[in-house]
């Protein structure tokens, strides 16, 4: 069986995304260029996706030459793609770390619209997690500890826009309150 082993890699992960209850993209990030280059490309495989798994009961599915696991809650879609020979407990490992992180960081409450509140923190997660294919970390407690920025905590200079008009605001507000 010459050729049935492959090189080993860390470039473990190849996609991962996060659907909602209609099948559109609200979060993914693709980590091969080789598959799926275009977004008309991801969103077409997304779609197929989403139609297969949305009423199965199942975990995981070979899906155009992926290795795809996936977990729903509520009205969200949760997927991590591997090639079609990784080891499916470290692809769902990783999705579970990503599931978990982001329960975590919308504190158990896992929906669309907390989800949109909150996708700056959520992105975080996804880079926490993998970077370039590479899972950098599956622990949710850790991946929650380093997305889970406090302002209050952050020089002025390293904060955002929007985090500095939200201090002001809070400022403000607290010296009316007085």
Not at 40 to 68: D, P, S, V, W
Not at 87 to 109: F, G, H, K, P
Request: aromatic share 8%.
């Amino acid at each position: 069986m010459e050729g049935s082993l492959f090189e080993p890699t860390l470039y473990i992960v190849k996609g991962m995304c996060i659907l909602d209850n209609d099948g559109n993209r609200i979060l993914a990030k693709y980590y091969d260029k080789d598959i799926l280059p275009t977004t008309k490309e991801q969103k077409a495989f997304e779609k197929n996706l989403f139609n297969k798994t949305h009423r199965a009961n199942a975990e995981i599915i070979m899906l155009e030459g992926l290795t795809c696991v996936y977990k729903s809650n509520v009205d969200l879609f949760f997927y991590v793609m591997g090639s079609s020979h990784e080891n499916e407990l470290i692809l769902q490992s990783v999705l579970n770390a990503l599931y978990e992180s982001v329960s975590i960081l919308l504190r158990r409450n896992v929906e669309k619209r907390v989800l949109m509140e909150n996708l700056d923190a959520v992105m975080l997660a996804f880079d926490e997690i993998c970077d370039g294919g590479v899972i950098l970390d599956s622990d949710p407690t850790s991946i929650v500890g380093r997305t889970a920025l406090r302002t209050e905590d952050v020089p002025l200079g390293e904060q955002t826009v929007a985090q500095v008009l939200q201090s002001a605001k809070e400022q403000l507000k607290w010296s009316l309150l007085k």
